[in-house]
């Protein structure tokens, strides 16, 4: 009778046991329904950092919908699809929980256009070639003169002693002031002059003191903005820069 029992005792606990594994299983079955159903999505999708880069155009490129699964998203291929576009230089990208993902782009800045044999490029401040175009349409950056690169493409990188001078001088102007030069001239290694678009010239000089001479510049261009002076050229290649204002 009692080994009756304890067969019935032990058929019990089996059962038991059965059945917690049982709902363990259709739990976790249900957890993974869930998070792979459309809608466990996430709510929002920010995209930081960027100018150029429009969010469309950082989602795409990323190959990010603007609803996706949380679960699916891998936060390592976005990054290297973005890294892979010329105009992205760094990515980072965050999961918050429960329904963000951030996506915070650094982009290359475009510092300059140069002739090549074909048109013009666009480079960055490390010479990295990032657009080629046969014309020049719309110019938000200064044209640098006085040199003509060969056939180059999208990727390549400028190694030019004369234009890695010009871009240390751009790369260290605030946008404000950059957006002001429509022409960098090379008539020499050691002449380089600066057109403004308000026809205004600024003697550069030398390759020396070129991040001096680009700081003078910001502030004497704000100057002249504030007491909209008349000018008709500036001089940095002396330690005291010369103004000279133009004769009506």
């Not at 190959?63 to 290297?80: D, T």
Request: glycine content about 4%.
């Amino acid at each position: 009778m009692q080994t009756a029992e304890r067969l019935r005792a032990a058929r019990k606990r089996r059962a038991s046991i059965l059945a917690l594994w049982l709902a363990a299983l259709i739990a976790l079955i249900a957890i993974f329904l869930f998070i792979n159903s459309p809608y466990f999505i996430v709510g929002t999708v920010v995209v930081e950092g960027n100018k150029y880069v429009t969010v469309e155009e950082v989602l795409r490129i990323a190959g990010v919908p603007e609803k996706i699964n949380i679960f699916r998203l891998k936060p390592a291929e976005i990054k290297a699809r973005l890294t892979s576009d010329l105009r992205v230089d760094e990515v980072q990208v965050e999961r918050n929980f429960p329904a963000t993902i951030t996506i915070h782009i650094g982009e290359r800045q475009p510092l300059a256009f140069v002739a090549s044999q074909y048109g013009f490029v666009e480079i960055d401040r490390q010479g990295i070639v990032m657009v080629a175009l046969k014309n020049l349409k719309q110019v938000k950056v200064p044209v640098i003169t006085g040199v003509r690169l060969g056939n180059v493409y999208v990727g390549d990188q400028i190694n030019n002693p004369g234009l890695a001078n010009v871009l240390t001088y751009l790369s260290e102007l605030d946008e404000g002031a950059l957006n002001q030069l429509s022409e960098v001239n090379i008539k020499s290694p050691d002449e380089l002059v600066v057109y403004t678009t308000n026809s205004v010239c600024i003697r550069i000089g030398d390759n020396q003191r070129l991040l001096e001479k680009a700081k003078l510049t910001a502030e004497i261009l704000q100057e002249i903005a504030t007491k909209k002076m008349t000018v008709e050229y500036v001089d940095l290649n002396y330690t005291s820069p010369i103004i000279k204002i133009r004769s009506k």
